[in-house]
Every structure is written in structure tokens, then in C-alpha cells.
């Protein structure tokens, strides 16, 4: 069975929150109104579209200014090598991000992968003011701007065995519709907390040997999911 490796951007691909670090720069001044934002998103209380609208709110910024700021960051080196062994070895690999396309559209078209799949909620630039929007949006999820449940479904309906690999809270979704969670960072810690079936990671070196683990004729023991976490959508 070939496996579709959904992997999270900011803080996975990119160690650093490229989102993050955007809105933190570009929001100088407010940095009181963001905390609490993030605050209230930590806690529960804000679903990551709103989030996401009311962080745009705070930022002040040129499409320009954005792009150079993005192109600032490096991604993790271990991840080209990894697409390149997996799609020559017939899997899949989608970037699912709960960030924006200026810079995940940007970064994979400089690493060498202008076709990898890609989703991401879209930050449109008028002036130096910032609107998201939000083409993936799931009618079937209150929170996500780019809910990563529904990719991780369409491609187990294709007959791919899901590898959801993140960093963060935003993964939380598409973990309960993987078959396998890779984790680090908040996805871990809530893995733990939720118990979680998941593998730890930490840099695309250890997806890239996980991975060729399962293409053994005699794969090791992997993590498989009970069937009642399996059937379990969030
Ligand atoms: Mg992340
Ligand atoms: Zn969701």
C-alpha cells in the first residue's frame, strides 16, 4: 500500500513559524493585543479562522515586505532529500499548512518542488492591509482555516495508508483522520495527553527513516490505530 505523507509547514518543514513570525514583526506595537489573541487560542476559546482574522487585523504590510521577510527563513535540509525518496519510491507527499501561500507557494518553488501538492489559507495583500481567506475551509470543522482532516480523507479514499506529520495544535485534526501520526512539539505533548497512538520526530531525517522502515518487505511494528480512535473524526 503506498503511503500519502501530509505534512504540516510552519515549525515542521520550516522549524521556525514562518506565519508567526510574520504577523509578530509586522504587528510592532500591538504586541499585547496578539498575546491575548493567542492566549484565547491556546486556551480554546478562538478557532484558528478567527485567529487568523483578527492577527491580519493587527498587521501592517506590503505583499512586497512579506515576501522578503519570508525568504528570510530556511527550510529544514532534511526535507528535500525526503520528497525525492518518497516519490521515487512511489508514495505521496502533500504540504498541508494552516499559514499562508505567499511563503509555502515561495519556499517550494526555491527547494525544487513547484508541483508538490500544496494547501494553505491565502493572504490577500491591499496596500500595506492583509485579508485572509480561507479556499479550504470545511464546512464539517468550526475551527481550521485549512482543516487538514479533509486531505488526510481524500487521499486514504484513494487507497493510501495517512501519515499526518506536525508541530502544533493546527495538526489536531488531521492526526484523528490519520492512519499515523508523526509528532513533535504541541502535537506531541497532546498526543500524550489525548493517548494518542504517534511516533516522535524530530527533524525530516527521522520521517525520511520512518519512511523507509515501512517499505521493508518485512516492515517493523508501526503504530496502527484502535477502531474506535480510527473512527473517531474531530
Ligand atoms: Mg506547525
Ligand atoms: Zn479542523
Known amino acids: 500500500m503506498p503511503f500519502a ?3 504540516d509547514f510552519d515549525g515542521t518543514i520550516s522549524p521556525e513559524d514562518i506565519g508567526a513570525a ?6 510592532a506595537g500591538r504586541d499585547d493585543d496578539r498575546e491575548r489573541l493567542l492566549g484565547e487560542w491556546f486556551a480554546g476559546g478562538l478557532g484558528h479562522r478567527e485567529l487568523t482574522r483578527r492577527e491580519c487585523e493587527l498587521v501592517t504590510a506590503t505583499e512586497e515586505e512579506a515576501l522578503e521577510f519570508g525568504r528570510t527563513f530556511r527550510l529544514d535540509p532534511h526535507f528535500a ?9 512511489g508514495d505521496s507527499v502533500m504540504v498541508v499548512s494552516e ?31 492583509v485579508t485572509p481567506e480561507h479556499p479550504f475551509a470545511d464546512p464539517a470543522c468550526e475551527s481550521c482555516g485549512n482543516c487538514k482532516a479533509q486531505h488526510v ?3 486514504r479514499g484513494r487507497g493510501f495508508h495517512t501519515v499526518i506529520v506536525g508541530d502544533g ?9 490519520a492512519d499515523t501520526v508523526l509528532a513533535k512539539g504541541d502535537l506531541l505533548r497532546w498526543c500524550e495527553r489525548e493517548s494518542m497512538p ?6 525530516f531525517a527521522d520521517v525520511a527513516e520512518f519512511a523507509r522502515r515501512q517499505d521493508l518487505s518485512a516492515p517493523l511494528p508501526r503504530p496502527s490505530r484502535t477502531a474506535s480512535r480510527a473512527g473517531r473524526r474531530g
Open 81 to 89: 532529500p525526503f520528497v525525492r525518496e518518497a516519490l521515487g519510491r
Open 153 to 155: 480523507r481524500r487521499y
Open 22 to 27: 510574520f504577523v509578530r514583526k509586522f504587528s
Open 169 to 177: 495544535l493546527s495538526d489536531r485534526c488531521g492526526a484523528r483522520a
Open 5 to 7: 505523507y501530509l505534512c
Open 198 to 203: 504517534h511516533v516522535p520526530f524530530d527533524t
Open 99 to 129: 499559514g499562508f501561500d505567499f511563503y509555502v507557494r515561495d519556499h517550494l518553488q526555491r527547494a525544487g518542488f513547484p508541483d508538490l501538492p500544496w494547501a494553505s489559507n491565502r493572504a490577500v495583500f491591499a496596500g500595506d492591509r
